[in-house]
């Protein structure tokens, strides 16, 4: 085959995963389902179409290549605030219930997977034990899942990666190179993969941080995030340090900061490209899962489908049990040291939603792509037979996890009474009172230094910020979030009314020959923040 065939190959399956992604994402929006689960559910059927060209995971694709601008980007959207307050919990989390798992795991494929000695077992944990920032994001957003336990979920999914990567080393150590780590070792590692992940994440924030005081480009912007995710995590692998926690490290710290160097012009780009590109990327990686479905079928052939099947359903239904085990206890542990040790203001997590937490546990492409690294043969020249079933038993996990579980939580939620949060929305409307006040006394202070020849832009602007300030205590104080809802739904029709006429107005003069594209393209990009801003004060 020559490289123009190649070429055109890799352009066609390229083509077939967007096509995929668009039409799939469109159901999943009308279904009012968590796209993800659509999506893995699109490639398996996509996977039995017979004549379709097969498309492989590859595993360093995913690791270097999918892995870091996703986890880059579920950092930026995390808070940081909740971050630090969650750690406690996200820790008893991201480690404990990995190592519980990973040895929960062992124990369980000892005794019950025919095949599988605690050796292969303890690789198999820790292949399965971190969960997935992809699906905790896009399907707890999704659901409207309350702040906290989101919080708890990304937090959770953004670190537990380092741990079960260093229980998939050990393990490795242990099965194939026949080396059995010591627990002095293993907490020596463990506290390197943290400690220099964040160091080196801080460092090159650091550094992007100040070189971005000079740069004010949209487009300069986004090659820049891209060039600096990649090295955070390159650089974090080449420390032997953990390339996710660096990702992670960075993006909390660059996130933080870009309310300082970013524009209001490059702000709105950088945002509007990230949102295609990991959007795409999430949508590729979830496709992709579904289409593994042949190559998992063709490694466990010899074998009993039915028995396998049945080992890939109980080895699942373990695999959540030892979570909503861990959970119960681990909630009570975090909320102890954190009441009485760190003397945090919180209440303890009702029975509900810490039952949610265990059971939004899914897994994705990383555990996959872990399955699919493993060696094919072990130190001394035989093949690692065992290979095959871990990563079949990893590909049943990801279903039942992610499209079983995933499509159960919308009812479940609804049946805790768990829909829906306040807080956040309290806690804006306080914000925007505050700003408004601010800026009120900024003004009326200015107003009387002002000479007459300015006297009358203050006064416009006092009137509108008042205007704003007046409707945002009353439906404070009054509490009339219904009324203010048709009110504000008034307001975006009335808006879009008003921009409607805009619009054909400035279509009108375009093709009338009057203006140019050029000139279009700038009246529309007014218009477009215009009509975006109304619709939020309305919202």
């Known amino acids: 085959m020559s490289g123009a065939d190649t070429l055109h190959g890799v352009q066609a399956i390229f083509l077939l995963l967007m096509v995929l992604v668009a039409v799939f994402a469109v159901v999943a929006r009308r279904l009012s389902v968590p796209y993800p689960i659509v999506l893995v559910i699109a490639g398996l059927a996509i996977s039995l179409v017979p004549g379709l060209p097969r498309i492989s995971l590859n595993p360093e694709m995913v690791f270097l290549v999918i892995l870091p601008p996703l986890l880059y980007s579920s950092a930026w959207a995390t808070s940081l605030r909740e971050f630090k307050f969650n750690l406690v919990s996200i820790g008893m989390l991201a480690v404990g219930l990995v190592a519980f798992t990973v040895a929960g795991v062992a124990v369980f494929a000892d005794h019950f997977l025919p095949g599988l000695g605690w050796k292969a077992g303890f690789l198999l944990g820790a292949v399965v ?3 997935d920032a992809i699906a905790a994001t896009s399907i707890a957003r ?3 899942l309350p702040r906290r336990i989101t919080d708890l979920l990304e937090g959770e999914s953004l670190v537990n990666d380092a741990t079960g ?3 998939l080393e050990f393990g490795v150590m242990m099965l194939v190179d026949g080396q059995t780590p010591t627990v002095g070792l293993g907490l020596l590692r463990l506290l390197w993969l943290l400690a220099g992940g964040v160091a080196v994440g801080l460092l090159v924030g650091v550094i992007a941080a100040w070189f971005e005081r000079w740069v004010d480009d949209g487009p300069i912007e986004i090659v820049i995030s891209l060039i600096v995710l990649y090295v955070t995590y390159l650089a974090g692998e080449e420390v032997k340090a953990s390339g996710v926690i660096a990702v992670v490290a960075c993006g909390l710290y660059m996130s933080r900061k870009s309310a300082v160097f970013f524009s209001a012009k490059t702000r709105i780009q950088v945002n509007a490209v990230w949102d295609a590109l990991t959007f795409v990327m999430n949508g590729i990686v979830f496709v992709m899962i579904g289409l593994q ?3 998992v079928v063709a490694g466990i052939r010899g074998s009993g489908v039915l028995a396998l099947v049945g080992y890939g359903a109980l080895f699942s239904v373990v695999l959540i049990l030892l979570r909503l085990a861990w959970i119960y206890p681990g909630a009570e542990i975090a909320y102890q040291i954190r009441k009485k040790v760190l003397k945090q203001d919180l209440q303890r997590s009702g029975g509900r939603g810490v039952f949610v937490v265990g059971w939004t546990g899914m897994r994705g492409v990383v555990a996959l792509a872990a399955a699919l690294s493993l060696p094919e043969t072990l130190a001394n020249g035989q093949p690692f037979a065992e290979k095959n079933l871990i990563v079949f038993l990893t590909f049943s996990v990801i279903l039942v996890t992610l499209v079983l579980q995933g499509l159960s ?6 049946k805790l009474g768990l829909s829906g949060d306040e807080s956040e929305r309290m806690e804006e409307v306080e914000a925007r009172r505050m700003v408004l006040q601010e800026v009120m006394s900024f003004l009326q202070a200015g107003w009387e230094k002002a000479g007459d020849e300015n006297a009358h832009a203050y006064e416009d602007l006092v009137h509108q910020y008042g205007h704003r300030l007046e409707l945002l ?3 404070s104080e009054t509490g009339d979030h219904e009324g203010h809802s048709h009110a504000g739904a008034g ?5 879009g009314t008003a921009v409607a006429v805009e619009r054909e107005t400035m279509l009108r003069l375009r093709d009338e020959g009057r203006i140019s594209d050029d000139v279009l393209r700038t009246l529309e990009y007014e218009l477009d923040l215009t009509e975006s801003r109304a619709a939020s004060r309305a919202k």
């Open 165 to 167: 990567l260093l229980a």
């Open 491 to 495: 307001l975006v029709s009335l808006a």
């Open 293 to 295: 479905l042949p190559y």
């Open 473 to 475: 205590i009353e439906q």
């Open 129 to 131: 034990s971190p969960t």
């Open 142 to 144: 999704t659901l409207g």
């Open 409 to 414: 939580l919308p009812p479940l939620i609804r």
